[in-house]
């Protein structure tokens, strides 16, 4: 059983491996927001390969809603690999007249709603899951935003109605990376401690390492198995986490206007450890 | 079109009309932020508990969570005062309800000065901020009759749908039988030659007041009320506008980008056209107090609205 845990786990290191050279290689003609996309592979490996269920039409029985739109480059690297996009089409990422928006409108595959004001996928998460509970289904609702996002009143309106409604088919992820557009979270205004104010809101909360695939893991069976209350994954991770060159040279680069010359760097450090994978 | 008896009053609009709804439409959720009681909704809350949900005071996740309720398979039709609507969720009605295809209800009730609370209650710019919104449906009922009929056809718009909505004492003026409320459809109350009166909401309450007065002094007039906003019906209303040679535009709302405003970028739009005048709320911070009051402060009671349409009609 250990054995087959360990397996599965080394799988979906694999796999955010994979998603984090899909960041890299979207984002190489004209920047983006590629330090939060390989940040936030990990997570993106579990929930896309594992945690979320699939229906017969190769499509997620459970429903994910992207509240930072910032934070779509995650899931066009993860749906690359799903196979619902091309890397040809994702190469147009940033480009004049693409298809692929920086912060997606609702309707594009694999965006639940018009993602980029921020503060308000919480509460329409809420409202799906408050909805999908009503008419009886079983599916689970994922919203994904960010520390900064905390600022913003409506995330706040949206935990006291989910605690309020006892909404356990929902599971908020947060990106707690502690930057912001314009510095450092606890810098402009400070948010945490994060788990312990969504507590008070009537959430189980769980701190874990967010390139942790086993503490990612853990933290989606525990949520599964809180059945009274919403549940939330404050996620700690930092930019380019799981690309060294980058994370060393790019720290605190919340948009990154340009590929930089450490980008083939980063590329080749993710093929070698796709080899080893491959090895092992 | 409109009823020839003496006027009814329905004290209670919106209860009878939801519960009506909801009874048909189990797909339709019908959600308050604290209002309830003052939007008249007691039978749904009672009798179909199921269909309603309150998100306590917090406009912009009532409308967040209506615009994820709607993205599950509901028809979800968010009810508060018309000013907490727009001012406090403005954004998560463009962004949240206004870029997806399912169809989205906002109510705002006590419109302009339909709210006797003063500035902070009176929403006086709602249509004007809504009809700025692509492909956002705007509807501004007169009546009971025009409420309801509307509200049935808003649950298959796709989209972002905002109405305002009637509480308590509200006329029914329209006969049920032979009026049929269609999007974008205008509709021709009084017929006439000399000054073409456009109205809305109760701005065509107001205006069929005025008229009486009119008919009583001999002032040749029409009325055409337009209750869709957005999408407006520009041939209707240029066809309209262009047999007469003064119109004037009346509304419970700020003169700036209401009614009056679309009726002048449609004649615009069209070339040379008649003068119009409009007469609604003006560009200031309204009083509070009555209904009958607050229009006679802003000469927007019958006698006053007659009085302008008489000297209008006579050159002045």
Known sequence: ?280 | MLLNTDIKIDKAPFDHISFDLCSRRKDVMLMSADLSKYTQIVRVKKELSDQHLDVGMAEQNLISVAAGVSKAGYVPIATTFACYATRRAYDQMMICMGTGPNTSIVIGFTPGIANPARIHHQAAEDLGMIRAIPDATVIDPMDVTDFKQALDAAVDIPGLVYMRGHRGDTPILLNGQNFKFELGKTYPLREGKGVGIVATGHGTQWALEASVLLQSRGVDHSLLHVPTIKPVNETEISDYCFAHDEIVTIENHNIVTGLGSLITEIISNTGRGPRVTRLGIPDIWAPGGTLAYIRSQLALDAPALAEKIEAISNGE
């Open chain 1, 1 to 280: 059983m250990e054995n087959n845990a360990a397996v599965r786990i080394s799988e979906l290191e694999l796999m955010a491996i994979k998603i984090r050279r899909n960041v890299l290689d979207i984002c190489m003609q004209r920047g983006g927001y590629a330090g939060q996309g390989v940040a936030l592979a990990d997570i993106a490996a579990c929930l896309y390969f594992d945690e979320m269920r699939t229906d017969n039409n190769n499509w997620y029985h459970d429903r994910f809603v992207l509240s930072n739109g910032h934070d779509a480059i995650m899931t066009y690297g993860a749906l690359a690999e799903q196979g619902s996009y091309s890397m040809e089409d994702l190469r147009t990422y940033n480009a004049d007249g693409t298809k692929i928006d920086q912060s997606p409108i609702e309707g594009q595959l694999g965006f639940e709603i018009t993602a980029g004001s921020l503060g308000q996928g919480p509460s329409q998460a809420a409202g799906i899951a408050y909805a999908e509970r009503l008419k009886g289904s079983d599916k689970r609702i994922y919203c994904l935003f960010s520390d900064g996002e905390l600022q913003e009143g409506n995330v706040w309106e949206a935990a006291m109605f989910a605690g309020h409604q006892k909404l356990s088919n929902l599971v908020y992820i947060i990106d707690n990376n502690d930057l912001q557009a314009t510095g450092a979270t606890k810098d402009v205004l400070g948010v945490e401690p994060v788990p312990e104010k969504f507590e008070a809101f009537g959430f189980a909360a769980k701190r874990i390492n967010g390139n942790s695939v086993k503490e990612i893991l853990a933290a989606f069976r525990e949520a599964r198995n809180t059945t009274d209350k919403p549940f939330v994954m404050v996620c700690d991770t930092s930019l380019f986490a799981g690309v060294d060159c980058l994370q060393a040279e790019l720290p605190n680069a919340h948009y990154v206007a340009k590929a930089s010359a450490d980008w083939q760097a980063g590329l080749k450090e993710l093929e070698h450890k796709l080899n080893i994978h491959a090895l092992n």
